[in-house]
């Protein structure tokens, strides 16, 4: 069995400030973790994945995700945040690569304040 | 390529009713996903497919059923419609050997 928690159903923050959207996952067998972001009235893209190569992942847009296995998170930070990234983040799980289910949290709605 | 495909972009079922929703990938994928988002709510899989004639069910099945003829079309049926199918509808697909999932941009279902 496989779940993914998404600490904060809202995050706020400045624009030029740091952006930390938190992902704890729970999986028996060595996950497969994704962060996909939503706009509006449309479909998920991805923004990066850790497939069980380097544990610090970086992705489009200036994001990276860090994967701990100690403390089974998978934290999307950006540096420096942009207007243009409000939207909704997805942390997800799959328990293997192709044809694995994934499992996703209930999102977290980024907005971006001037 | 257009990528994937959904069809139509919005409908409205009275209670009861039944229809199709459509999903085209022009990319050869093998693997497609039928998910369910709530307001509020993350995805949800309803069904998946790692082949053209195969099919399983995910998370939420109920009150859907699904086929694969071909490998560019998995088309979601709902046989009679309820209030609490109320929801946006994704499919995704894969490539072999891949694990990034490429959505389309969603259908809008409300039952009334």
């Known amino acids: 069995a496989q779940s993914v928690t998404q600490l904060g159903s809202h995050v706020s923050v400045s624009e030029g400030a740091l952006v930390l959207l938190r992902c704890n996952y729970s999986s028996s067998v060595p996950p497969y973790l994704f962060w996909y972001v939503q706009y509006p009235n449309q479909g998920l893209q991805l923004l990066l994945k850790?497939?069980?190569?380097?544990?610090l992942v970086k992705g489009i847009n200036g994001f990276e995700a860090e994967f701990k296995k100690s403390e089974t998170s998978f934290h999307l930070t950006k540096p420096s945040a942009h207007m243009s990234d409000a939207a909704e983040y997805f942390c997800?799980?799959?328990?293997?690569?192709?044809?694995?289910?994934?499992?996703f949290g209930d999102g977290t709605t980024l907005t971006v304040k001037p | 390529n257009a990528g994937v495909t959904q069809t139509p972009k919005f409908r409205i079922l009275k209670i009861g009713q039944s229809m199709t929703l459509q999903c085209t990938q022009d990319?050869?994928?093998?693997?497609m996903y039928w998910y369910r988002q709530d307001p509020g709510m993350g995805l949800k899989l309803i069904y998946y497919?790692?082949?053209?004639?195969?099919?399983d069910k995910g998370e939420v099945p109920n009150g859907y059923n699904v086929s694969r003829s071909t490998t560019e079309d998995f088309p979601l049926r709902l046989e009679l419609a309820a209030p609490s199918q109320t929801s946006v509808y994704f499919c995704a697909s894969i490539p072999g050997g891949a694990d990034t999932q490429y959505f389309g941009p969603g259908t809008r279902l409300t039952v009334l």
């Open positions: 997800a799980v799959s328990d293997k690569r192709g044809a694995g289910k994934s499992t």
């Open positions: 497919s790692v082949g053209a004639g195969i099919t």
């Open positions: 850790y497939t069980s190569a380097a544990t």
């Open positions: 990319m050869n994928h093998n693997y």
